[in-house]
């Protein structure tokens, strides 16, 4: 996977920070827009999700957990599936949005991109990256603009020593034996950190969705 990109990645589509979902009517119907060729399922101040993305996404899903074992073809599921598309698509579009109101644009992360093509030896490499992951190099822009302003947001995130101590003893609680301390410290220290993360993130994601004019119509 691409090296600097992950935030995207692991915090929208793996760790379901789009869970935080606000109090959007869903209606049960399709829309056509006039002067649109596609169906659009949702409209996040005034950019639009359209059907075919959606539908990609879904069924790509549905691909992972059927190799999983998982009944995809279970109406309730199929449909537990659709909503946490839609809620990523959200967030995704929010995160974007923020993003360039943020001032991280096209040419803002130029240099960024730059410098990932620089990881490889020359652009055919780089081409066959992006395309063993699924990625065209605007998936690749979009998921470092989330990047660098998820990292801007939460720069300068700090754990206290009493919360790490007060999870150090509670550790120490299950455990048979006294624990060593000083080597247990830095996986406590990062799993902290970690969860901080995604609670501050899904913090943002709901201060966006609560300033943000968005119509579901799926």
């Known amino acids: 996977m691409f090296r600097y990109v992950y935030i995207f990645l692991t915090a929208i589509f ?6 935080c979902s606000g109090s959007e009517k869903l209606e049960q119907e399709e829309v056509q827009l006039p002067n649109d060729e596609m169906t659009i399922v ?3 101040n005034d950019e639009k999700i359209h059907k075919s993305e959606f539908q990609e996404l879904v069924e790509h899903r549905k ?10 073809e279970d109406p309730h599921f199929v449909r537990q599936i659709e909503e ?29 991109m730059n410098d990932i ?11 066959k990256e992006l395309k063993a992951n699924y990625l ?12 660098l302003f998820v990292e801007r947001y939460l720069e300068g995130l700090e754990i206290s020593v009493d919360e790490i101590d007060d999870l150090l003893e509670q550790y120490n609680g299950f455990t048979e034996g006294e624990i060593d301390v000083e080597q247990v410290r830095p996986t406590i ?16 994601l709901a201060e966006l969705r609560a300033e943000s004019e968005i119509q579901i119509l799926q």
């Open 63 to 72: 691909r992972m957990y059927k190799e999983d074992g998982l009944d995809t």
């Open 14 to 19: 793996f760790i379901g920070l789009a869970g």
């Open 84 to 112: 946490q598309i839609l809620e990523d698509l959200i967030s995704k579009v929010l995160l974007l949005q923020a993003a360039e109101r943020d001032g991280i644009n096209a040419t803002y992360i130029e240099e960024h």
């Open 42 to 44: 949702a409209i996040i």
């Open 117 to 127: 093509r620089h990881n490889y030896e020359d652009e055919e490499e780089y081409l």
């Open 189 to 204: 220290e990062a799993n902290v950190i970690q969860k901080r993360r995604g609670e501050l993130l899904n913090e943002l």
């Open 136 to 147: 065209t190099e605007k998936d690749l822009e979009n998921m470092l603009k989330i990047d």
